[in-house]
Structure formats: C-alpha cells, structure tokens
C-alpha cells in the first residue's frame, strides 16, 4: 500500500485536524468511489478503494477527462461537465 509521502503532515480543517495518513485512510475505507476533475477538465486524483465498480487507471492521472471515457459517454461527461461549472450541480453521482 502507497501511503502519502510527506511523513508526519497534517491537514488542519475548521472542523479539526487530520494527520495525511488517516485522511489517506478515510478514502480507503469510505463506501464510495470519489473522483476529482479540475477547473481545467483534467483528472487528477480518484478514491484509492479496492473494490471499485470501475477501477481506475493511474496512467490517467493529469489527462483531459474526456480522454478516459469512451466515445459513447463523451456527450453525458461533457453535460455534467456544464452542470458543475455553471453551479446547477456541486456533485454528480452515476448510478
């Protein structure tokens, strides 16, 4: 298992305090698939859970989200897309 590798880092929030590892841990552990895209459409981080219904490519990190999905999909990832940066959604869950 890849832990984080800054030793010993906490993440001070207004709720309180975790150290990298035990956020790493939430993620691990936490019964959903968590995927990050940037204002910049680019994928750059997914929850880091074995049992994910579609796993993850690592080699697809920092790429154009529509470069991860196939052709048939590309429409629907480009509506939620708007929807999330025109505020009409703030999360998107796919069934």
Request: glycine share 2%; charged share 25%.
């Amino acid at each position: 298992m890849n832990l984080p590798f800054m030793d010993d880092a906490t993440i001070n929030f207004f709720s309180g305090k975790l150290t990298l590892a035990e956020v790493d841990a939430l993620f691990r552990t936490m019964p959903y698939e968590l995927d990050y895209i940037n204002a910049d459409d680019e994928y750059v981080w997914y929850s880091p859970n074995s049992w994910r219904d579609d796993q993850r490519l690592h080699q697809r990190l920092s790429h154009n989200v529509l470069g991860c999905h196939p052709q048939r999909v590309i429409p629907m990832v480009k509506q939620v897309l708007k929807m999330l940066k025109t505020e009409e959604k703030d999360m998107v869950e796919s069934p």
